[in-house]
Every structure is written in structure tokens, then in C-alpha cells.
């Protein structure tokens, strides 16, 4: 985390304030956007740009990604004792931040990203907190506890269960968990899609005309990596490029549609996914594409106008029933491809989000569970003979995943299993979701 020098430390602790004044947590970055936007004081001064917006914005992702962290270190420099940090998070509840004075938490927050700016001038004991911090890094450096690790890391303690079953579902090696939980500790790339069938260098180029810092992994996929800010490109207003995530592509992939076919996405949202399977279709056939919110459809109206996608239509779809198939649907008795980007728990998409984790409750997966399951059980009644189902989730959650196939091919007898796979993190730089192909017989 950077906390520039140009940064008031007094700026940080009116803008941390604000945000422990909610009574329920709402996203940050849009918490954020509209904070920052609406409030004239007392960041006017100082947030005069967007590049100094993001500059707090980061800070504040950073105090998300280690807020537990901050509180441990909090409470055990008070003590001056080490804990069972195991029995410690057991009773830890996120209004503990709440009583930490908001030099001491910046300060722990800087100390934990290495950041060397002097210490916050209201912080009198700062070299004697140094001095503790220095002997926690120095525990945690060495510790084989992997509860531990996971404290260090952003991540609380008590998720080892639900980690440690994703490792053994995907076989990870005891490397790639570590290396899957050590990747908590930062965002992922910018990654872009590109939306129509031109030439990367001609898309790269367009890019770097309007400062957007673009570059391509080993395998030819786009990134953004800095530079002017990516809305503002002629690319992106020219519909030539989208945000989408690498994984979210890889779903989108999944869908193997051909020019002419009928797909369903059913809980499309603003439409990434259905952006990416139109644009493999020539603008030909159909996909339609259904949530339950309109409002999100609307943003995937503009976009697929902005591509010059002519074949996507979209209406609310509560989920709790059949879908009524649409007349050209119903001549061939079910759409080729159903697309179930399920509601689930996003724990997968924490490195971006890292406040999600404290909103994160694995009892509320039970019922996650239960809507993902009626989803799972409506849509299929869409997919055509010889018809496929993808399901996917943006979830590392295997009760959300693995087990949710299981679930259904268990009561779905006249469907079997093509493949299912963990996309992303710890293999690519990305979120982390699910994606099973499931073939109707």
C-alpha cells in the first residue's frame, strides 16, 4: 500500500471514520465513489483529481485487505502478549475496529505494507509500536501454523476448513494453496476482452494512443496496467474492448457456441458473459439474457449497442419458476446453451474486493445454497436435447461448486457431467470461480 507523502494522514482518518460510521457495510468502491464525489469536505481540498481519488482508494483497500490484521495487532500490543489467535478470532467481530484509535490503525497498516512514511504525528508511542510489530513479522515470518498464515495474510483464521477442501477438490498442491492465499494480498490486473474480431496490435495501439497502459501475458491475453483512466479510451467508447476478468472469460468460453444458436444466460447481470458468447456469433441467432434486477440490464443494453450487438435480447427473470420460452425457442423445444452464472458468495473475487471478506459468513451459504439450487432446478428445463448446461459461480467455495453438481446430477438423472474445473487463482493472475458443462441426453 502506498501512503503517498502528498496524502494528509489527517485525510485518512476523516475518510476511515466515515466508513466505520455505517451501520451495514455496502461495497467499497462504491461507498467510496459516492463519498468522495458528494463530500466537499474535507477531502476538496486534496482530492481534486481522480488520480488523487485513487490514490485514498487504495489506501482504503489496503485497510480492508489487513483490517482484522490491525485489530490483532492492536490488541496484542496493548497486552503485550502473543495469543492463541485461532480462540482470538472466534470472538473477533469487525465493530472491534471501531475502539482502535485511527493513528494506531493507519499505523499498523502501513507497517504491515512496508510502507516507510514518518509514523501519524497524533501517534506518540510510535518506536515502541515499531518495535512490537517488528516482533510479530518476526512470529509470523516463521510460524507452521497455517491458521496464522492465514491472520498474516488478510484472511481469518477460522476459513482453514473451507480452504483446505478446496485444495483437496482441486488437488492443489500444498504449494498452490500458499500461493492462493498469499495472492489475497493484492488486486489482480485490469483484465480486458477484446470485443470485436480485430487485430490485437490494432487494439493495443488504439490503447496506448489515449495513455491506457495495456500489456499481454504469456498467453495473448490483454491487460491494463495504469495510465488514463480505461472509460475515457476511444476503445472502450468504440465498443472495441470490455472489462472482464480472465476467469469470467473462461466461463464465457465454456458456453461453445456456434453462429445461430439459442443461448440462455440466466442471471446475466450487466452482461459480461453474454457480450462474450454474442461476440462468437456473428450476430447471428439469439441470446437472451435475464436477471433478476432490470437495472442491470439496462447497463447491458447500452453496452451491447455499443458493440453493435444485434442479437441480444434481455427481460427480468426471477428465477423461481420455468422460464416461458420465447417462440423461435420453443419450435426447438429448449435453447442450445443455459448459462447459470449463479448467485453465490463471491469469495472468489476478494482480491478485488477485499471488504466482501468481512461481510463473508459460510452459515449464509446454506441459503446460497438453497437459491442455487432452484436456479439450477428452473433453468434446466430450458436446455434442448443433446442441449448443454454450464453452471458457474465466482465462489472457491466447494459446497457452492462441486458440490452443487453433484447435488444435481444425483436428481437430474437425464443430464451428465462434461467437465467442471476451477478457473483463475492460484494458476492465473485473476478472481477465482467455478465452471461445470453438463450435457442434457
Known amino acids: 500500500m502506498a501512503i503517498p507523502n502528498k496524502i494528509p494522514y489527517d485525510t485518512l482518518f476523516d475518510l476511515w471514520r466515515n466508513w466505520l460510521m455505517q451501520n451495514d457495510w455496502m461495497p467499497l468502491d462504491k461507498w467510496l465513489k459516492n463519498h468522495l464525489r458528494k463530500n466537499t469536505n474535507p477531502y476538496s481540498e486534496f482530492a481534486s483529481s481522480k488520480n488523487e481519488n485513487r490514490e485514498l482508494s487504495l489506501c482504503m483497500f489496503s485497510a480492508m485487505r489487513y483490517f482484522q490484521l490491525a485489530c490483532a495487532m492492536e490488541e496484542s500490543y496493548q497486552k503485550q502478549a502473543m495469543f492463541d489467535w485461532s480462540a482470538w478470532d472466534q470472538t473477533w467481530e469487525k465493530s472491534s475496529a471501531k475502539k482502535i484509535p485511527v493513528a494506531a490503525f493507519w499505523f499498523w497498516i502501513a507497517q504491515r505494507e512496508k510502507n516507510e512514511n514518518a509514523a501519524p504525528k497524533a501517534l506518540r508511542d510510535a518506536i515502541a509500536r515499531k518495535a512490537w510489530f517488528e516482533k510479530l513479522e518476526q512470529h509470523f515470518s516463521v510460524t507452521e501454523q497455517a491458521e496464522e498464515i492465514l491472520l498474516w495474510s488478510g484472511l481469518r483464521p477460522q476459513w482453514l476448513p473451507l480452504l483446505e477442501e478446496r485444495r483437496e477438490a482441486s488437488q492443489w498442491t500444498h504449494e498452490q494453496l500458499t500461493e492462493f492465499v498469499a495472492q489475497q494480498n493484492s488486486a489482480p490486473p485490469l483484465w480486458l476482452r477484446i470485443q470485436k474480431d480485430l487485430p490485437v496490435e490494432d487494439v493495443v495501439k488504439k490503447l496506448q494512443q489515449d495513455s491506457v497502459h495495456v500489456e499481454l501475458d504469456e498467453n495473448g491475453h490483454l491487460y491494463a496496467r495504469g495510465g488514463k483512466h480505461l472509460s475515457g479510451a476511444q476503445a472502450h467508447k468504440e465498443g472495441w474492448v470490455e472489462i472482464q476478468d480472465l476467469a469470467s472469460q473462461q466461463i464465457a468460453l465454456a458456453v461453445d457456441v456456434k453462429s ?65 420460452l420465447p417462440k423461435e425457442v420453443a419450435q426447438q423445444q429448449g435453447f442450445d446453451w443455459v448459462l447459470v452464472d449463479a448467485p453465490c458468495s463471491s469469495a472468489g473475487t476478494w482480491r478485488r474486493n477485499p471488504d466482501a471478506r468481512w461481510r463473508f459468513n459460510p452459515t449464509d451459504t446454506e441459503e446460497l445454497v438453497a437459491l442455487q439450487r432452484q436456479i439450477l432446478t428452473n433453468a434446466e428445463k430450458g436446455v434442448r436435447a443433446n442441449g448443454h448446461l454450464v453452471y458457474a459461480t465466482c465462489s472457491w467455495q466447494v459446497s457452492e461448486n462441486e458440490a452443487q453438481v453433484k447435488w444435481f446430477l444425483e436428481n437430474h438423472p437425464h443430464f451428465s457431467l462434461v467437465s467442471q474445473t476451477m478457473l483463475g487463482a492460484p494458476q492465473q493472475d485473476s478472481d477465482a470461480m467455478f465452471v461445470a458443462v453438463l450435457k442434457r441426453n
Not at 298 to 313: D, W
Open 260 to 324: 445461430g444458436q439459442k443461448v440462455w444466460d440466466c442471471c446475466a447481470g450487466a452482461g459480461g458473459k453474454s457480450l462474450a458468447i454474442a461476440a462468437r456469433m456473428n450476430n447471428k441467432g439469439v441470446v437472451i439474457a435475464t436477471d433478476l434486477h432490470g437495472y442491470k440490464l439496462e447497463e447491458l443494453k447500452r453496452r451491447s449497442k455499443r458493440a453493435e450487438f444485434h442479437n441480444i435480447r434481455s427481460f427480468e427473470w426471477t428465477g423461481d419458476e420455468p422460464l416461458r
